[in-house]
């Protein structure tokens, strides 16, 4: 198929260009063969017109001798011009004397043709119409503008005497010095015709022999010296795709010849080796690469699984964390652990650079903090030491930033050290998320003896922290633009009243969504934690609501207030509250029949505080609708009613009120501390 297609591509493409050749050749030989004969007849009719022009006795044209002798001239003249015209092959010679007013008429004087001709002759002293134009421009040159000679070639389809020429010379009078006188001869060019046709056979006949010379020679030519050589090439070729073993016997020694064709032999012998080394080196690597992803995939597990996975989720506090290194293993790492049963210590680390290297130094740093942590300290502390520790031995001069926090359960008091590291996000209840920004630190690891700095503040139940490292802040999209922390912070506020796994699973979809395609070029880690508060110690008392059982209620509250240490005059004004909201709810929640009323005693331990609720089926009241009575008139001036009431208020920490589910509800709130 190579051979076949190949040979008759060259041959075809050959047989082409000797086709153009030859058409272009005939054409150029067609033009100056035309030119040429044209050139040879337009000479012979011009001697010829000269020659006849001899024969002329200018008497005759001006009628200055007697007309036996003028006929007699005039016959001698015809005589010439005969035998003129049959031994020079001038189909016509005639005299002929245009009308000068406008040219548009001549007059003939004389008109011969040679004995082959055929036509129709005008004779002596016959007046016609100038043929055309051209003849017309013709005559003005020769007559007005001084011309020597005008030549005239007409085709076969444009006059009745088929393709010929006609050379025009003037002829002057005798004593004349105008041209009142044309002598023209005309010649037939079929002749012209046939030898042109001729040429063109010859040469169309030539170029034929040509081309079967050239398919025979050069077909055998390509097929010996082209067609055969990358044929064997070919093949070659096909043989090495298939099997990918060397050869028994290399093409350089099949194709010896040194021009290019054996250049792509010896060339292709050298690619086979090399491939076949290529494909040893790839194997090889290829091995390799799987041994060490191999290993880099026991080392993704390791990693992962020296990150806490098993998120709390307690009356306390809730807590959920996720990383998605930019390698296989990566730098980020995130930590939580209870120091004792009050305190919870949060982490949130980067390690500078990316893959192996800063994952070993990350292995290193998070059992350092863990380790010290446990052992007790302030944050500040922590750091302090752990710096220590990670600056010995440090020759790759890796750091990390480091967020450490340890969260004081029951009361919600934070203290924290920001190492470098990025701002955490809080998000007070019911508010916005705000980033949290505090003294920062160097990292850890960048200097030997260096101290840190540390905050504290506190978190109240249904607040939320959000920490997280540069990776999420510093994603980067397609068109090289910044997530940035505002764009962070809004996505944040879109996740309220959601769970710490929502929110962050909602904010990977967020940096995914905005980087699109784009690689990762950073570790992304995040931490959210929700906290709902320390410890409460509630008891409950459910009782008939009447002044009779008003002492039952006192000692109920009053034993929950003296086992946490209750000041006394705290007490005093705890009973003098519970007193009055009893009551009133005795009085006038079920009048005039009885029923339940139930006080509720919650303690928080840190800050110590007590928060107590009367829950009473009666009527709809808000003892908090009615105005505070104003205190600066006297006991006489005033209205009756709502002291109590405002007492209460005056006394307690907070005070309120609702009506839920056909209840009355009333807390009032106390620090005992």
């Known amino acids: ?12 493409g050959f047989v082409i260009v000797i086709a153009i050749l030859t058409v272009f050749v005939c054409i150029i030989g067609y033009r100056e063969f035309t030119h040429a004969a044209e050139t040879q007849y337009e000479d012979c009719a011009l001697n010829t017109a000269r020659t006849a022009a001899l024969y002329i006795m200018p008497e005759l044209l ?38 000068k007013s406008d040219y548009n008429h001549i007059e003939f004087f004389l008109s011969v043709m040679n004995e082959s001709a055929h036509y129709d002759r005008y004779s002596s002293g016959y007046i016609r119409q100038t043929s055309n134009d051209e003849y017309r421009r013709a005559y003005i040159d020769l007559c007005e503008h001084g011309r020597k000679m005008a030549t005239i070639f007409r085709d076969k389809g444009d006059s009745e005497t088929g393709h010929h ?68 090439i070919a093949t070659e070729a096909q043989r090495f795709a298939d099997e990918h073993t060397e050869s028994e016997s290399s093409l350089s020694t099949k194709i010896k010849s040194q021009n290019e064709i054996g250049q792509l032999a010896r060339v292709v012998d050298s ?40 998120f709390p989720k307690n009356k306390e506090f809730e807590l959920f964390a996720l990383m998605t290194p930019a390698k296989e293993v990566g730098g980020d790492f995130y930590d939580f652990f209870m120091i004792d049963s009050n305190h919870l210590a949060l982490v949130m680390a980067d390690v500078s650079g990316k893959g192996v290297p800063a994952a ?71 508010g ?21 700095r540390q905050d504290e503040f506190d978190l109240k139940p249904g607040d939320i922290i959000y920490l997280y490292t540069d990776g999420v802040a510093e994603a980067t999209n397609s068109s090289e633009e910044l997530y940035g922390t505002d764009r962070m912070l809004e996505a944040l506020n879109g996740t309220k009243n959601t769970s710490a796994e929502e929110i962050l699973i909602s904010m ?28 409460k110690i509630l008891k409950e008392l459910t009782i008939e609501a009447t002044v009779e059982n008003l002492e039952q209620v006192l000692e109920f509250v009053d034993s929950q207030l003296e086992i946490h240490d209750c000041p006394p005059k705290i007490q005093m004004q705890i009973e003098v509250a519970v007193e009055e909201l009893f009551v009133n709810i005795a009085h006038y929640a079920y009048n005039p029949v009885i029923g339940p009323a139930t006080v509720q005693v919650e303690i928080q331990e840190k800050p110590l505080s007590v928060s107590i609720t009367f829950i009473d ?15 600066t008139l006297s006991a006489e001036e005033r209205d009756i009613g709502g002291l109590g009431i405002y007492m209460v208020k005056k006394s307690m920490d907070d005070i309120r009120y609702e009506y839920k589910d056909g209840k009355n509800i009333l807390i009032i709130q106390k620090k005992l501390q």
């Open 1 to 12: 198929m190579l051979r076949k297609n190949l040979a008759a591509q060259i041959i075809a």
């Open 62 to 99: 001006t009628g200055g001798i007697a007309d036996k002798e003028a006929q007699m001239r005039f016959n001698m003249l015809r005589s010439s011009w005969e035998r003129l015209a049959n031994t020079q092959d001038a189909t016509f010679i005639y005299l002929i004397r245009p009308d």
């Open 165 to 232: 020429i006609t050379v025009m010379i003037p002829v002057k009078a005798k004593n004349s010095e105008t041209v009142d006188w044309i002598l023209c001869v005309q010649r037939q060019m079929e002749r012209l015709n046939f030898y042109r046709k001729s040429y063109v056979r010859h040469v169309a006949f030539a170029a034929g022999i040509i081309v079967l010379i050239v398919l025979v020679v050069y077909g055998a030519y390509l097929g010996r010296f082209l067609i055969l050589p990358v044929k064997r």
């Open 271 to 310: 690619m086979e080796l090399q491939v076949l080394s290529y494909i040893d080196s790839i194997t090889r690597i290829t091995k390799e690469k799987e041994q060490i992803e191999a290993e880099l995939s026991i080392a993704t597990e390791i990693q992962a699984s020296m990150l806490p996975h098993e």
């Open 360 to 430: 070993l130094f990350m292995v290193i740093a998070k059992t350092l903090i863990k380790t010290r942590s446990q052992m007790g300290g302030t944050p500040s502390e922590i750091l302090a030491d752990v710096n220590r520790q990670l600056c010995e031995g440090n020759e790759a001069d890796l750091f990390v930033t480091v967020w450490l926090g340890i969260l004081e359960i029951s009361s919600g008091h934070v203290v924290a050290s920001n190492a470098g590291h990025e701002y955490p996000a809080i998000r007070k209840a019911g």
């Open 432 to 452: 916005e998320y705000e980033l949290l920004k505090t003294q920062q630190s160097p990292a850890v690891a960048t200097m030997k003896g260096m101290k840190f």
């Open 508 to 535: 990977k979809k967020s940096v995914d969504d905005f980087t699109g395609e784009a690689p990762q070029f950073d570790d992304i880690t995040m931490l959210c934690l929700r906290y709902f508060g320390g410890e």
């Open 617 to 631: 089926n009666g009527v709809p009241y808000d003892p908090l609708a009615k105005a505070d009575p104003d205190v």
